[in-house]
């Protein structure tokens, strides 16, 4: 059983940013599994926003890409969320995501706020 626990979230202004956490535990990854974050506004349906995969090459939905960095240290078995330029619209619950084998976890969320 993997545990995902993220950190990082809070309140930011418009054009701001924030950098998120997510430590997995409890399973040895391998180079073919991947974490990455979704997130989730109201109302909306939960989105992807990219993909690290354990080998080292990342994939991120258009509406983030050049704005939102992912990172990673496989051997914290941590996954991190740069964010820049931070707008209303990004306003959500972020999940940490993790794929390993078959089986996939997520993290309990964090909320990001952005707003004057």
């Known amino acids: 059983q993997v545990q995902l626990v993220e950190s990082g979230g809070g309140l930011v202004q418009p054009g701001g940013s924030l950098r998120l956490s997510c430590a997995a535990s409890?399973?040895?990854?391998?180079?073919?599994?991947?974490m990455g974050w979704y997130r989730q506004a109201p109302g909306k349906q939960r989105e992807l926003i990219g993909i690290?995969?354990?080998?080292?090459?990342?994939n991120y939905a258009d509406s983030v890409k050049g704005r939102f960095t992912i990172s990673g240290d496989n051997a914290k078995n941590t996954v991190y969320l740069q964010m820049n330029g931070l707008k209303p619209d990004d306003t959500a619950v972020y999940y940490c995501?993790?794929?390993?084998?078959?089986?996939?976890?997520w993290g309990q969320g964090t909320q990001v706020t952005v707003s004057s």
């Open positions: 995501y993790a794929r390993v084998g078959r089986v996939e976890y």
């Open positions: 409890g399973s040895r990854f391998s180079v073919y599994d991947n």
């Open positions: 690290r995969a354990f080998i080292g090459f990342t």
